[in-house]
């Protein structure tokens, strides 16, 4: 028991002792854990400080690639439409490269050309009266085509004012040979058949092809062989003799020979038709039935040298017309043109400049209103490649009182610019 005692007042004494001690413990482990406490929320601070800016940032991020997505969807879009664009443009690429391919082969065997002719003219005339004006003259667009070695085709619509108006086709016919290869060629279609020549430096038609210039639908059958050429045709003239039916009746001939080397050349040749009626201003004016067909003949010869050149044409009826058809004071008239030319080519200033002097002259053709005698001066300058400037002098004289002219004469003065393709 005493025992028992004594370890119970050990065990009080102890417990005295002791918890002096534990209180003074747990005041220190209460500061030490407050200040854990201050400085987890420090930490927690920090944290929910950095969390805020983090998700700050993260919706800067969601914004920027909205924005990226809207950028990137935009973008497809504009894509797809480049995408398309660029189909649709390869497709036209495609279109132009067929076209142009077919223009190619076009340009390979289409060859085009044309004229443009403006004039101005001021005359005087057998009346004594006063006459100026400035027209386009002339427009011709032209077709030559080449479909293979030995067939061509060639078509030129023409346009003069007061006189085709709205457009003719002029000319409009297939070619069959190749002369460079073979000597013999066929010609079909609407043509100036070949009866006359008509070269001439000046503004105005000749007189040769006032009287017999032919332009019908015909069949041509032609040669030509070193120099040498000549032709045969036929077609149906407008004017056929009376009691004939409407047939292929008019028919001609041509033949002659051309030569050309260095500084030389010389065509010369002639031709016959067995109705110079059929020639257009004759038709235009005789009536549609003659008693007979008259014939008619011509011949030229063109020599150039040197920049020199001469041209000489004759073109006549072989036989009278009846009076009420074409008359010539008592009896009917048998009418015949000439043309004799002289012309210079030389250089002013590197431009190519042409004078030129004419006589030209009919006879029994003042019912076709053309004078007896004209005399001509002509001056032409190439001002760049294709366009000429061109003025020109023509003094008439009409066929006397005698032979049922007025006697007088009349004076014109003609400038010409005419741009060639």
Sequence with gaps: MKKLIRQLLIVLLAGCLVLPAGAALAVDKTAELEKKLAELASQLQALQTQLQAQKAEIQTYKQAINRHRRDIESNNQHLQEQEKILSETQKQQETLSEVAEKLKVINDHVTISGLVEVEAFKSDGYDGEDESD???????????????????????????????????????????????FFPVYFQVGKLYVPFGNFESNM????????????????AVLGFESHGFYGAAYAFNGDVDEKGDDNEVKCYGFNGGYAFEKDDFSLDVGAGWINSIAASDNLADMLPGEIEDYVAGWTAHAIVAWKGFQIVGEYLAATDDFEAGEMAWKNGGAEPEAWNLEAAYTFAVKGHETIFSLAWQGTDEALAMELPEDRYMGCLSVGIIEGLTFSLEYAHDEDYSKGDGGTGDNADT???QLSLEF
Excluded: M
């Design 134 to 180: 400035i027209t386009l003259a002339t427009v011709e667009l032209g077709f030559d085509v080449n479909l293979q070695k030995y067939v061509s085709a060639h078509i030129l619509f023409l346009w003069e004012e007061d006189d085709t108006e709205p457009v003719d086709v002029d000319e409009g016919y297939i070619y069959l040979g190749n002369t460079e």
């Design 203 to 218: 503004i105005s038609d000749p007189l040769t092809l006032e009287l017999g210039e032919t332009r019908e639908s015909a």
């Design 413 to 415: 003065v003609t400038t």
